[in-house]
C-alpha cells in the first residue's frame, strides 16, 4: 500500500454534445422540440382569433396567408411533430400512471392503447363537431 | 476451445503522476464465450497489472463492475465480447470523478442513498409484543420492482440531467425512496418528500427515460420518478387549494 | 432541503401535454386543409365567428391556449438548459410570461368576437 497516497479526482467536462452519444438523446431532443411546432401553431390559432375578431376581411386575409408555402410547410412539419409528441406522451403514459387490478399490474399496452383509441376517438368527434362530416 | 482477438481501448488515469486520463490500447486472445470484464481480467494478470477497476459477483447480481462500453453505461461481466466488433472503448461510468483507471468517486451517490432514508419508518411505533407486519401479495407487488436495485449507477452515468446538474439525487435514490413509500409497511412518506421533492429531488428529471433504457435489472426509476412527480403535485395543489384539509 | 414549488408550473405543464397530445394534430389537420383550399365552407367567417361567439366556446379556446402554450414554454426552458444555457431564471421567466402573454391576447381577442 503506497504510503501518503494521493487522492485527485479527474473530473470529465460536460459538454452539449451528450445529444449524440446515443440514438435515444437524439430522440429526446426531437420530442422536445416538438414543443416549438404545438407552440408555434398556438400562436397561429392566437392570431387567427385577432383576425376573426377584427372582421371579414382581416379573416379572409388570414385564409389567404394559410395558403401560402412557408405555411403549408410549416403544417405538415407542425402535423409530424405534434403526432410525434402524442405518440411519445401515451407511450410514457403508463410508466407514470401504473393501474393494479389485483395482484399484477395492467400490461403497459393496454394502458398505452385505451390512450391511443382515446386520441383516435376524440381526432373523429373534433372533426365531425368541425363539420369535415 | 474457440479464441476470439481483441483489441481493448481503456481509459487510464493516475492521479499521482498524470494531468489528465489517456487512452490505452491492449491486444488479447480471449475466449470466445466471454465478457469484457473477463478480458479486463485477462489483461490485468497477463499484460498490466497496474490496471485499476471494481468487479465482484461476475454475475450482474452486485452491481460494482459498471463501466461505459463503447460509449454505453453497461455491466463489464454482462457485455459479451462477442456483441462487439472492432475496437471496444472501455472507460469509467460517465458523470462521476474519476478516481484511478475505470475506478470512479462514488462518495456523491452513496450520500444521496442515505438522503432518502431508505428504511422502514413505520406509521405508529410498534408494541414489542405486536407480532410481525401483515403484507398480502399484492401489496408486496407494489413496491417489488423498485427492491431490484442493485447500485450500479448505470442510470446515473445515462442520465444527461445528472451530468449537466450534480446536485440532482438521481433515479436510483428516487426509486429506493418511493420502494418505501410504496411499502404498505411504511409511514415515511412525508419524511422523505423533503428530500425527492425538492428541486434536486425529482423535478431536475426531464423524462429522458435513459435510466430505465440501461437498468440491467429493469427497476424502471423513470417510472418512479414520474409517479413521484404526479404524487407530489396533487400533495401540492391539495395542500395550497384546500389547507384546511388534514391528511 | 425544502419541498419545491414546483408544482405550479408543472401541473399546468402535465395538462397542457396531455391536451395536446390528444387535440393538436387533429385540429393542425384541420388548418392544414384549410391551408390546402379544401372543404372552404368549414372555415367561412359566419361559421367560425358563431362558433367562437359562445362562452363555452371562448372558454375551451382560451384554456387550450394557455395549456398549449404553457407546456411549450416549460419543454423550451428545459431544452435550452440541456443545451448549455445556465440562466434558467431569465429563460423562465421570459418563456412563461410569453405564454400568459399569448393568453391574455387570445382572451382579449376572444372578448372582440
Known amino acids: 500500500m503506497a504510503q501518503g497516497m494521493s487522492r485527485k479526482p479527474y473530473v470529465r467536462p460536460m459538454t452539449s454534445e451528450w445529444i449524440f452519444r446515443h440514438p435515444r438523446y437524439v430522440r429526446y431532443m426531437v420530442r422536445e422540440f416538438s414543443c416549438l411546432f ?61 393501474v393494479q387490478r389485483g395482484e399484477e399490474f395492467l400490461p403497459d399496452r393496454a394502458i398505452s392503447g385505451a390512450h391511443f383509441v382515446a386520441w383516435a376517438l376524440v381526432s373523429v368527434a373534433i372533426l365531425f363537431l368541425a363539420g369535415a362530416f | 476451445m474457440t479464441e476470439r482477438a481483441v483489441e481493448l481501448e481503456v481509459l487510464r488515469y493516475n492521479p499521482e503522476t498524470d494531468r489528465e486520463p489517456r487512452f490505452q490500447r491492449y491486444s488479447v486472445n480471449c475466449r470466445e464465450e466471454w465478457v469484457v470484464l473477463d478480458a479486463l481480467n485477462h489483461v490485468k494478470e497477463t499484460v498490466d497489472p497496474t490496471l485499476s477497476y471494481r468487479w465482484s459477483c461476475h454475475m450482474a447480481v452486485c452491481g460494482s463492475c459498471g463501466m461505459m462500453i463503447n460509449g454505453e453505461p ?22 462521476f470523478p474519476i478516481e484511478r483507471d475505470l475506478v470512479t468517486v462514488i462518495d456523491d451517490f452513496m450520500a444521496k442513498l442515505a438522503r432518502v432514508k431508505p428504511y422502514l419508518i413505520p406509521k405508529e411505533p410498534a408494541p414489542a409484543n405486536g407480532g410481525e407486519y401483515r403484507q398480502t401479495p399484492a401489496e408486496l407487488k407494489k413496491f417489488k420492482q423498485f427492491t431490484l436495485c442493485i447500485n450500479c449507477m448505470l442510470c446515473y452515468a445515462a442520465c444527461p440531467e445528472y451530468g449537466i446538474i450534480p446536485k440532482y439525487i438521481g433515479p436510483a435514490a428516487i426509486a429506493l425512496a418511493h420502494r418505501y413509500n410504496q411499502d404498505s409497511r411504511d409511514g415515511g412518506r412525508e419524511a422523505r418528500q423533503e428530500e425527492i421533492a425538492a ?34 403535485t396533487v400533495d401540492w395543489y391539495k395542500e395550497h387549494l384546500m389547507p384546511w384539509r388534514k391528511e | 432541503m425544502a419541498i419545491s414549488n414546483k408544482p405550479i408550473v408543472w401541473g399546468p405543464f402535465a395538462a397542457g401535454g396531455t391536451l395536446t397530445a390528444f387535440v393538436t394534430p387533429v385540429l393542425v389537420l384541420l388548418t ?21 361567439a359562445h362562452w363555452l366556446a371562448k372558454i375551451l379556446i382560451a384554456g387550450t391556449v394557455f395549456l398549449s402554450l404553457w407546456s411549450t414554454a416549460h419543454r423550451l426552458r428545459i431544452t435550452c438548459y440541456d443545451l448549455g444555457v445556465r440562466a434558467d431564471t431569465l429563460v423562465a421567466t421570459i418563456v412563461y410570461a410569453g405564454a400568459l402573454a399569448g393568453t391574455a391576447a387570445s382572451v382579449i381577442f376572444l372578448a372582440r368576437i
Open chain 2, 74 to 95: 453497461k455491466l463489464a461481466c454482462k457485455s459479451f465480447l462477442r456483441d462487439y466488433a472492432g475496437v471496444i472503448r472501455v472507460e469509467p461510468l460517465a458523470h
Open chain 3, 32 to 52: 392544414l386543409a384549410a391551408a390546402l383550399g379544401h372543404a372552404p365552407d368549414l372555415f367561412a367567417y359566419d361559421r367560425l365567428h358563431a362558433f367562437a
Open chain 2, 199 to 232: 428541486t434536486e429531488g425529482a423535478w431536475e428529471c426531464s423524462f429522458v427515460g435513459a435510466c430505465s433504457e440501461v437498468c440491467p435489472e429493469h427497476v424502471d426509476p423513470a417510472g418512479a420518478i414520474q409517479q413521484v412527480k404526479i404524487r407530489s
Open chain 1, 38 to 98: 404545438i407552440g408555434g401553431w398556438t400562436l397561429l390559432l392566437v392570431w387567427g382569433l385577432k383576425q376573426l375578431a377584427e372582421g371579414p376581411a382581416a379573416w379572409a386575409a388570414f385564409l389567404q396567408w394559410l395558403t401560402s408555402p412557408a405555411s403549408i410547410v410549416f403544417h405538415v412539419a407542425a402535423l409530424g411533430f405534434a403526432s410525434y409528441h402524442s405518440i411519445t406522451w401515451f407511450n410514457l403514459t403508463p410508466k407514470a400512471l401504473p
